[in-house]
């Protein structure tokens, strides 16, 4: 069985009504962005239920046919909206936006807006546990100790972005030297041209370098020393990559 | 022959009251006491003495009057001495809706259930304080799920910006409507708050009718009067 897990209070009242109105023969939509897990809840509360996609519409319509409780997701993407009779069916569509506003509060009972991930801080942080377990399976990673507080999050778009930035977070910690050479080829030979390159691309080995050396030893004196460089070498190339 | 008129004016379906000088009750029918829960005594007083013909004798003018689902087209005013004047209002006839009920939409339903869900769904967008006064006891009803939830999504949204809702459910004791030959009871949904929005008033209306739903839109309250079709 589906599982869906929030904290957040505006989805509680979401799951509440939904759960109110589940035997009631009524038409609900869920709008919110893409990957905020509204597709995961209509099926975490309605498991039995058939399920179609907006984006294929001959689908939708034979299913409206034959049956009374159906999932609709990806309603925008339909163009019949103003066809489709919901009496006495119990739809639950989603949407990740809302195309003809007047059209949707005509057709729906219950018109529900999904929060984004950015306003659910407690949900962010359950999905970073299983998306940091889940990348940590796939790429087969020892458990070897991990501060989960210094991965990045990114929730751009949502759960998405969120598991991508900590897919790479981990792949980029489980890299030893051969792989970051193989990284920096692929990318090399992806996009090197034009007749500055040597400068150029010199920047993806130079910069991580003088950021990384600051950050460990504060003082451009002291990573001078540790990198053999002259301090004013150092202060150039600082200056070169606005390095701050 | 000697007849007591009395008992017929007790039941007339109409109010009629009978003041004395100083504007107290001498006595009244039971129609007008339903209607004095919604108006007060001194108000229907000044109205008696404003249409007073000017002298002895009876009076009767149109216009309209509205209290609450109470509403008037005319009143006879009259005295015949110093002491009393009566005032009789005039119901005016409800309209009798013609469209049939498409039965086969209308479900067996808990509507506490609906109002609940719709309670929710208020919730997820709004934080004002509501109190639900509710009884948990009213039978089940038959009534278009789906359309009576977006009246009650609707209704609930004229309140989005209100302070302290109040929101009730009751049965009215006593009353009825009649639909499609049939007497039926009627629940009555009250939402009432400090003020609230107009702007979807037409599709208030619009989706009570068709679910054969009164509903009173008023500055500061919404009232349903819903019937119970079993």
Redesign the interface.
């Known amino acids: 069985m589906e599982t869906f897990f929030t904290t957040s209070e505006?989805i509680q009242?979401?799951i509440?009504?939904?759960n109110?109105?589940k035997t009631?023969?009524?038409?609900s939509i869920i709008i919110g962005d893409a990957h905020t897990g509204k597709k995961s809840l209509a099926k975490y509360l309605f498991p039995e239920a058939h399920m179609v996609s907006g984006t294929n519409q001959e689908e939708v319509n034979k299913a409206l046919e034959s049956y009374d409780e159906l999932i609709i997701t990806d309603f925008e993407k339909l163009s019949n909206q103003s066809n489709f009779d919901?009496?006495?069916k119990r739809i639950i569509a989603t949407a990740n936006y809302v195309g003809n506003a007047s059209l949707i509060d005509d057709i729906?009972?219950?018109?529900?807006?999904m929060p984004p991930l950015a306003e659910r801080p407690e949900d962010v942080t359950y999905l970073k546990n299983l998306f940091t377990k889940e990348a940590m399976a796939t790429l087969m990673i020892e458990n070897h100790t991990l501060d989960e507080k210094v991965i990045p999050l990114n929730l751009s778009m949502n759960s998405k972005s969120l598991k991508k930035s900590i897919f790479l977070y981990l792949m980029q910690l489980s890299m030893d030297n051969e792989d970051i050479q193989n990284v920096i080829y692929h990318y090399i030979s992806k996009h090197l041209e034009g007749n500055d390159g040597y400068r150029e691309y010199l920047e993806l080995y130079e910069k991580p370098l003088i950021k990384a050396g600051l950050d460990k030893y504060g003082s451009q004196l002291q990573l001078s020393q540790v990198l053999g460089i002259n301090r004013n070498t150092l202060r150039k190339k600082i200056h070169e990559h606005h390095i701050d | 022959m000697d007849i007591n008129f009395e008992a017929f004016v007790e039941w007339d379906n109409s109010p009629f009251i009978l003041f004395n000088n100083s504007g107290k009750i001498i006595y009244l029918n039971n129609a007008s006491e339903i209607l004095f829960g919604y108006v007060s005594k001194k108000e229907l007083f000044d109205i008696a003495v404003s249409y007073a013909p000017q002298n002895f004798g009876y009076k009767t003018t149109s216009l309209t009057l509205n209290y609450d689902s109470f509403l008037f087209y005319a009143i006879t005013v009259g005295y015949e001495n110093e002491e009393q004047i009566s005032l009789r209002l005039y119901n005016t006839p409800r309209i009798k809706s013609t469209r049939k009920i498409e039965t086969?939409?209308f479900?067996t339903?808990d509507i506490n259930?609906?109002l609940?869900?719709?309670i929710?769904?208020f919730?997820?967008?709004n934080n004002n304080p509501l109190k639900l006064l509710t009884d948990q006891d009213l039978p089940s009803f038959k009534i278009?799920?789906?359309?009576f939830?977006?009246l009650l999504?609707k209704t609930l949204n004229a309140f989005r910006a209100s302070d302290s809702i109040d929101i009730s459910l009751k049965l009215l004791i006593g009353q009825h409507v009649i639909i499609d030959d049939k007497k039926e009871p009627i629940i009555q949904l009250a939402i009432e708050a400090n003020g609230r929005y107009a702007d979807t008033d037409d599709e208030i209306q619009t989706l009570a009718a068709q679910s054969q739903i009164k509903s009173l839109l008023k500055e500061r309250s919404i009232k349903l009067e819903i019937p119970l079709i079993q």
């Open positions: 505006k009242h979401i509440k009504s939904f109110l109105t009631l023969f009524v038409s919901f009496s006495n729906f009972a219950f018109i529900y807006t | 086969d939409k479900i339903t259930i609906l609940e869900a719709n929710a769904l919730k997820t967008k278009d799920q789906n359309n939830s977006k999504r």
